[in-house]
């Protein structure tokens, strides 16, 4: 008798020898009647095996091990790199508290006000960590007054200055009451540089975000009580900011610049961008917005990761989806993992795709092993 045979046998007769005749182990059966049989990794049935409960189910016997790489987790990630300063313009005055019209009678009530609200609140929400925001409203006396910096340019302002946006009345009534000013573009404008001149230079970027719904005016004075436009005054104003090297993005809301096109292209361009941006409504300024973001942001090649470091040679990383890009931990190409910073850094051509802006996402997976190298 071989040495498997007798271990059997063994087995076998202290399983006997253990049992209690009198009470002898039911034998499971399939719902047909057919008895349950369980064998063992060797072809043996196994005397042991756990029978099923009260129910009819099998005991939990706790978590099965994860064997394999079937499955796999998406590691959520942003590109980072150091932000651009930017200071947003916003327009406070009395036309900003009326609906946003396109056809008589409006068919909503909403205020330009609080559209623009919701569209700042998501830019400087979504851009928090890309872009050190800041904020001025204008005018800032109620009148003609220049505007004054609410919330001063700092890194991770958006909660900051979502409160400050939340604070201003919106409603169309309450608006009205609150916001009676005219449109001092220049003076503010003016103010924002001597605001930029008190805070250290940014090298990666300093920017000026001119939120308006209509054309500057707040000159002299008319005979009919209103105030003169102030272009000419807006573009030197604009030019003056580019010369401190401070750019100027032009945003026109609303349809009652439908007559101001020239003018908003001579600001835009005098603010060093090609063309002013327009928008009529929610989801147009909400694309203005993120597009003149996109712009100010310098590509970055190092994405930070959430959640807690890992191990990197369980990463698959690839852009859009594509073909897996391998680890070089030499940087030459490919990419590398920093536990330190929980970053991933791309180097060589695979950085040179990111900063060419062709690359829409970075797809992470962690759970199996990557690519060999």
């Known amino acids: 008798m071989n040495a498997r045979a007798l271990v059997l046998l063994l087995a076998s007769t202290l399983a006997i020898a253990g049992c209690e005749c009198d009470n002898p182990r039911p034998m499971r059966r399939t719902d047909s009647g057919m008895p349950v049989v369980e064998i063992d990794a060797f072809g043996s049935e196994l005397l042991d095996a756990p029978f099923p409960d009260s129910t009819g189910e099998r005991p939990d016997m706790g978590p099965e091990m994860d064997t394999g790489c079937d499955s796999r987790t998406p590691v959520e990630n942003e590109i980072v790199g150091d932000p651009p300063d930017m200071l947003i313009v916003m327009d406070v005055s009395g036309s900003m508290c009326t609906p946003l019209i396109e056809t008589f009678p409006p068919t909503s009530m909403e205020t330009k006000m609080q559209i623009m609200k919701a569209s700042l609140t998501s830019l400087v929400t979504e851009w928090d960590a890309r872009i050190n925001f800041g904020m001025m409203l204008f005018p800032g006396d109620g009148t003609c007054g220049a505007g004054t910096v609410t919330n001063p340019i700092a890194m991770r302002n958006a909660s900051a200055i979502?409160?400050?946006?939340?604070?201003?009345?919106?409603?169309?009534?309450?608006?009205?009451?609150?916001?009676?000013g005219a449109t001092p573009t220049h003076v503010s404008l003016d103010a924002a540089r001597a605001y930029y001149a008190t805070v250290p230079v940014n090298p990666i970027g300093r920017y000026v975000l001119l939120a308006t719904d209509g054309l500057p005016n707040c000159g002299a004075e008319q005979p009919d009580g209103s105030t003169a436009e102030t272009v000419n005054e807006t573009v030197t104003a604009i030019e003056a900011l580019n010369a401190a090297g401070i750019r100027t993005y032009v945003l026109g809301f609303g349809s009652g610049l439908d007559g101001g096109g020239p003018a908003l292209m001579?600001?835009?361009?005098?603010?060093?961008?090609?063309?002013?941006?327009?928008?009529?409504?929610?989801?147009?300024?909400?694309?203005?917005?993120?597009?003149?973001?996109?712009e100010v942001i310098p590509p970055s090649c190092t994405v930070m990761l959430e959640g807690a470091t890992r191990d990197p040679s369980l990463f698959e990383v690839s852009f859009d989806g594509g073909p897996l890009i391998p680890r070089d931990e030499s940087h030459g190409r490919g990419w590398d993992y920093d536990a330190g910073t929980n970053t991933i850094t791309f180097y060589g051509a695979e950085?040179?795709?990111?900063?060419?802006?062709?690359?829409?996402?970075?797809?992470?997976?962690?759970?199996?092993p990557g690519p060999l190298i």
């Open 266 to 294: 001579r600001m835009a361009v005098a603010g060093g961008t090609s063309r002013p941006y327009n928008a009529r409504s929610a989801t147009e300024l909400d694309r203005a917005l993120d597009m003149i973001a996109a």
């Open 351 to 368: 950085c040179t795709t990111i900063e060419s802006g062709d690359v829409t996402d970075v797809n992470i997976d962690f759970g199996c």
């Open 162 to 180: 979502s409160g400050r946006l939340r604070a201003i009345r919106d409603d169309f009534f309450g608006c009205a009451t609150a916001n009676t």
